[in-house]
């Protein structure tokens, strides 16, 4: 019997639904909405498309957009006060700086000063360090981790207890998504490109993400018949057969793990979506905290 596909698409679909509705209880009760200003420097087609992506799902849910689109020359400091000049906007919930920024800018520099209160895409270093540690709540959890587990959780499957590995150690994606299934209550292994007979190890898996950025590197006999796959990993392969001249694949086999796993998300289609849904949540989560705070 194949695999249930994990449909990402309309679990996001739903998610934006509530969040539409959550944005109109808010506009009806304080006069107000979420606000998210979008950072982007220099021109690079791809984040140009995710930043498009961002503000057009801001205007379905209700939520205002501010966009600083930035010559790829500007200075630190300069960055610096645009950012700086955001944390002190009272319109502005939530702060997105578009990443991977031009090489002579310190992208930590920039990430640390984004208030916590409006670090929608959770990558504040103390998000992130209270992400890692036991009890420590962080005001926002990075947004594809989050989509993540969201999947597991809106498809009834099981974390706690389960032995989960998560293949892949990035600071976006694999170590944030480690630490809430370590959270969970999941029997944790992270693996990586040093690990020893990797096969063996993804085997083990009750829940397998993979996040390592290599296209179908993950077969289907690696996975433990019944797992829960959720494929990180959007790749572009040469394909002749497709007018554009290349498919998007994951880091699994699709095909092959689909014959063998209990459930599976397809790429595209399954982690993508949640993505923008989290960070609408997290910016319409920022509005509702500073609305209490008065």
Known sequence: MKAKIIDGKAIAATIREEIRQDVARMREAHGRVPGL?????????????????????????????????????????????????????????????????????????????????????????????????????????????????ELLDRSGIEISGRNAVVLGRSNIVGLPVAMLLLHRNATLTVCHSRTADLPAMVRQADI????????????????????????????????????????????????????????ITPVPGGVGPMTIAMLLRNTTDAAARALDRG
């Open 37 to 149: 200003a979008t950072v982007l420097v220099g021109a690079r087609k791809d984040s140009e498309t995710y930043v498009r992506m961002k503000k057009k799902a801001c205007a379905e849910a209700g939520i205002e957009s501010f966009g600083h689109e930035l010559p790829g020359d500007i200075s630190q400091e300069d960055l610096l006060a645009v950012v700086k000049g955001l944390n002190a906007d009272p319109a502005v919930h939530g702060i997105l700086v578009q990443l991977p920024l031009p090489d002579h800018i310190d992208d930590e520099a920039i990430l640390a000063a984004i208030s916590l209160e409006k670090d929608v895409d959770g990558f504040h270093p103390l998000n992130i360090g209270r992400l890692s540690m036991k009890r420590r709540d962080p005001l926002f959890v990075p947004c594809t981790p989050k989509g993540c587990i």
């Open 208 to 263: 397998l993400v993979a996040a390592v950025g290599r296209p179908e590197m993950v077969r289907g006999d690696w996975i433990k018949p019944g797992a829960a796959v959720i494929d990180v990993g959007v790749n572009a392969v040469d394909d002749a057969d497709d007018p554009r001249g290349y498919r998007l694949v994951g880091d699994v086999a699709f095909d092959e793990a689909r014959e063998v796993a209990g459930a």
